[in-house]
Every structure is written in C-alpha cells, then in structure tokens.
C-alpha cells in the first residue's frame, strides 16, 4: 500500500512539474475595466490616441517610447492582471473574462537592432483605433524618416 501511494505522489509531482507555463490567460478582468486601464495609458484626457504615428505605418498602427524594458510589462500587468515576469524573451496574451477583449505582447528584455522592445496587439471593442503599438528606445524614433517625430513616452 505504501507503494502505491509513494508511486502515485511520485507520478503526479513529475506530471505537476513537466507542465509548461500558459501564455495565454483568460483574467477575472472584464473589457470595461481592461477598457478603462488600456485608455489610461494610450489616450489623452480628451480621448484621443496619445502614441505616435510614423509615416510607414497602417491606420491601425502606433508607437511609443519606454525608458526600460520592465516598465512595458508592468503596464501590461496594471492593464491585464496577469503576471508577466521579464525574461530575455517573452510572448503572453491575454483574455478578458466576457472574451470580448484580447490584449497580446511579444518582446525581449533588450532592444533589438531596430532598437524596438515590444509589440503589442490589441482587440478591444471600443479601441478601434488602436490594433498594433510598437514600444521602442528614444533611437527608435530618431531611426526614422519621419523628420522630427514626437517622443511619446509610456506613464
């Protein structure tokens, strides 16, 4: 009998331990208040995007500085309430609890060639306007062709 229960323990700890993490998270957070969360960081008082359009992106397509790599995930964390430890290279995705809202990162810890960190991809209902963020260095925007482009910077 102790066998079999030591057997059993056994089993379940090396199945507990051989599962992967999942990077995609449904959230007790409901659109509305992911909605409010989102807005606080990506538009201004008056409702409009406060990130930067560069003259190669689509409609839908903004970008914005960051001072560090963690302050990205942070704003991530603030907005979805998931858990998004920084790695040297990380993707998570997030699901509102009505499933209505997907909010998806994909990064590295440092800035790559084009001195970019992140991407994020954004489907909410009432942020239409916003399906793609960019999140680079200040070089990012001085690596353009744009002239003097604005420097947005996360908050």
Not at 26 to 54: H, I, M, P, W
Not at 90 to 119: E, L, M, P, W
Not at 131 to 154: A, C, R, S
């Amino acid at each position: 009998m102790k066998k079999i229960l030591l057997l059993t323990l056994m089993s379940l700890c090396l199945i507990a331990t051989s599962c992967s993490k999942d990077e995609n998270t449904t959230s007790q957070r409901t659109t509305e208040d992911v909605t409010a969360r989102f807005k606080s960081y990506f538009y201004d008082a008056s409702g409009n995007v406060r990130c930067v359009k560069l003259s190669n992106f689509s409609a839908q397509e903004w970008a914005i500085a960051a001072q560090k790599s963690s302050d990205i995930l942070e704003v991530f964390n603030d907005i979805t309430g998931m858990d998004a430890p920084l790695t040297d290279s990380y993707k998570y995705r997030f699901v509102s609890s009505d499933g209505q809202s997907t909010i998806s990162i994909s990064g590295t810890k440092n800035a790559d060639a084009n001195a970019q960190y992140a991407t994020i991809r954004v489907s909410i209902p009432s942020c239409s306007e916003i399906q793609t963020i960019h999140i680079g260095t200040e070089q990012y925007f001085k690596g353009t062709n744009d002239g003097d482009v604005p420097i947005v910077f996360l908050r």
